[in-house]
T-cell receptor
Framework: QKEVEQNSGPLSVPEGAIASLNCTYS??????FFWYRQYSGKSPELIMS????GDKEDGRFTAQLNKASQYVSLLIRDSQPSDSATYLC?????????????FGAGTRLAVHP | SAVISQKPSRDICQRGTSLTIQCQVD?????MFWYRQQPGQSLTLIAT?????????ESGFVIDKFPISRPNLTFSTLTVSNMSPEDSSIYLC???????????FGPGTRLTVT
């Protein structure tokens, strides 16, 4: 099975700073990438998707994709304490005739006032 | 995105018993998935629930232990059979979105086996 790697953290940033979350993946054929946010005790929530090389911005979130380096990242600008959560990177895989997502272990982000 | 509900939200079960978890979606969806998330861990795909055919199981998961039903395009069940404490986990259903391969998750079922 293909792998998705994330630094488990915790990544600690001060309020107002930029948080940078990184993810690498092993399948060169992957074309679809997703970032999920998971608060403690809650289910994952989709916050960003990216399919093409470059940057994609949505509010305070920017996803960056570099397929040549097999690297996807999530930047959170003006970090708030409410951003404190675990961020999961997911990569689409087509295997055995089925489409599925492979999840990384997640990076725990702590934003302190 | 679709609204997904799961029942029960949590349960405490005795070793050797079985529990059936229900997943209901407010709209028809082609793909439904079942995941397990053990404490402090990421998501592990158990199986893809196919409407009208048997579920497709991932390596390490078998139908006898985790039978799945998908009677229509809005509903699926996952049964955890002959439970042991190692089955204590959060079980999540998800559905594929309409834009691509994104998935949306239900609220989860927290299972504790004693």
């Amino acid at each position: 099975q293909k792998e998705v790697e994330q630094n488990s953290g915790p990544l600690s940033v001060p309020e107002g700073a930029i948080a940078s979350l990184n993810c690498t993946y092993s399948d060169r054929g992957s074309q679809s990438f997703f970032w999920y946010r998971q608060y403690s005790g809650k289910s994952p929530e989709l916050i960003m998707s990216i399919y093409s090389n470059g940057d994609k911005e949505d509010g305070r979130f920017t996803a960056q994709l570099n397929k040549a380096s097999q690297y996807v990242s999530l930047l959170i600008r003006d970090s708030q304490p409410s951003d404190s959560a675990t961020y999961l990177c997911a990569v689409h895989e087509f295997s055995g005739g089925y489409n599925k997502l492979i999840f990384g272990a997640g990076t725990r982000l702590a934003v302190h006032p | 995105s679709a609204v997904i509900s799961q029942k029960p939200s949590r349960d405490i079960c005795q070793r050797g018993t079985s529990l059936t978890i229900q997943c209901q979606v407010d709209s028809q969806v082609t793909m439904m998935f079942w995941y397990r998330q053990q404490p402090g861990q990421s998501l592990t795909l158990i199986a893809t629930a196919n409407q009208g055919s048997e579920a497709t199981y991932e390596s390490g998961f078998v139908i006898d232990k985790f039978p799945i039903s998908r009677p229509n395009l809005t509903f699926s069940t996952l049964t955890v059979s002959n439970m042991s404490p190692e089955d204590s986990s959060i079980y999540l259903c998800s559905v594929r979105g309409t834009l691509g391969y994104e998935q949306y998750f239900g609220p989860g079922t927290r299972l504790t086996v004693t």
